[in-house]
């Protein structure tokens, strides 16, 4: 495995983000104006990066996030594997106050290490897990070094605790923002996360 730059983004704001409104594999929703406006204040903060690659999931608001960066003819690679989990009879609804305590209760069961646990017709972590781990091997081993991948804020937990070994009940402590960075070093050592949730180009939209 070669010396590898991953820019890991989560997808820009959504009207879904900004009404409450479950948001997951289901739902292929664009991003809303201050979405765009942060896609666009990414795209200027790094697009002195000589990226090889762009890697995102298959829905709208991951793809669109990145779009100026697909625009300058940098190869797109859209993964499926990279989608947000389903949280199956969720996806798509206002979260009222028992859906919302229902919500907590299935997190609450993850972090005590039930990982298994899913909504009805829905995903588990470990099920995401095992749908991303072929696109990180895809990712490691490509010629590419410096690339950029785009996805969902539940995905990025569960796949940072894949590749850096973090038990899955322990996902939370990977925090995220609409369009915040991490960025990920890989080497023969293994993979070192170098930079968490940086918001910074952010700054001018507030």
Same mark, same amino acid.
């Given at each position: 495995?070669?010396?590898?730059?991953?820019?890991?983004?989560?997808?820009?704001?959504?009207?879904?983000?900004? /009404?409450?409104?479950?948001?997951?594999?289901?739902?292929? *929703?664009?991003?809303?104006?201050?979405?765009?406006? !942060?896609?666009?204040?990414?795209?200027?903060?790094?697009?002195?990066?000589?990226?090889?690659?762009?890697?995102?999931?298959?829905?709208?608001?991951?793809?669109?996030?990145?779009?100026?960066?697909?625009?300058?003819?940098?190869?797109?690679?859209?993964?499926?594997?990279?989608?947000?989990?389903?949280?199956?009879?969720?996806?798509? /609804?206002?979260?009222?106050?028992?859906?919302?305590?229902?919500?907590?209760?299935?997190?609450?069961?993850?972090? !005590?290490?039930?990982?298994?646990? /899913?909504?009805?017709?829905?995903?588990?972590?470990?099920?995401?897990?095992?749908? !991303?781990?072929?696109?990180?091997?895809?990712?490691?081993?490509?010629?590419?070094?410096?690339? =950029?991948?785009?996805?969902?804020?539940?995905?990025?937990?569960?796949?940072? *605790?894949?590749?850096?070994?973090?038990? =899955?009940?322990?996902?939370?402590?990977?925090?995220?923002?609409?369009?915040?960075?991490?960025? =990920?070093?890989?080497?023969?050592?293994?993979?070192?996360?170098?930079?968490?949730?940086? !918001?910074?180009?952010?700054?001018? =939209?507030?």
């Amino acid at each position: 495995m070669s010396t590898k730059k991953i820019y890991l983004v989560r997808h820009g704001q959504t009207e879904y983000n900004k /009404k409450g409104i479950v948001q997951g594999s289901a739902v292929n *929703s664009s991003l809303n104006d201050t979405g765009r406006a !942060q896609a666009n204040a990414f795209y200027e903060a790094y697009k002195h990066i000589a990226f090889d690659a762009v890697y995102t999931s298959a829905l709208n608001r991951s793809i669109e996030s990145v779009q100026a960066f697909i625009d300058n003819s940098i190869p797109h690679f859209i993964r499926p594997g990279l989608n947000e989990i389903s949280w199956g009879d969720m996806d798509g /609804k206002v979260a009222t106050a028992t859906e919302h305590n229902e919500y907590k209760e299935l997190l609450a069961r993850w972090q !005590q290490g039930d990982v298994e646990c /899913k909504r009805w017709g829905g995903e588990s972590p470990v099920d995401v897990q095992k749908r !991303q781990e072929p696109v990180i091997q895809e990712i490691l081993a490509s010629p590419h070094q410096t690339i =950029l991948v785009c996805m969902h804020g539940r995905a990025i937990r569960i796949l940072l *605790s894949l590749i850096t070994k973090t038990p =899955l009940a322990d996902m939370d402590q990977f925090e995220h923002g609409n369009l915040c960075l991490y960025i =990920l070093e890989s080497s023969v050592q293994g993979i070192e996360i170098t930079c968490s949730n940086d !918001q910074r180009h952010l700054l001018g =939209l507030q």
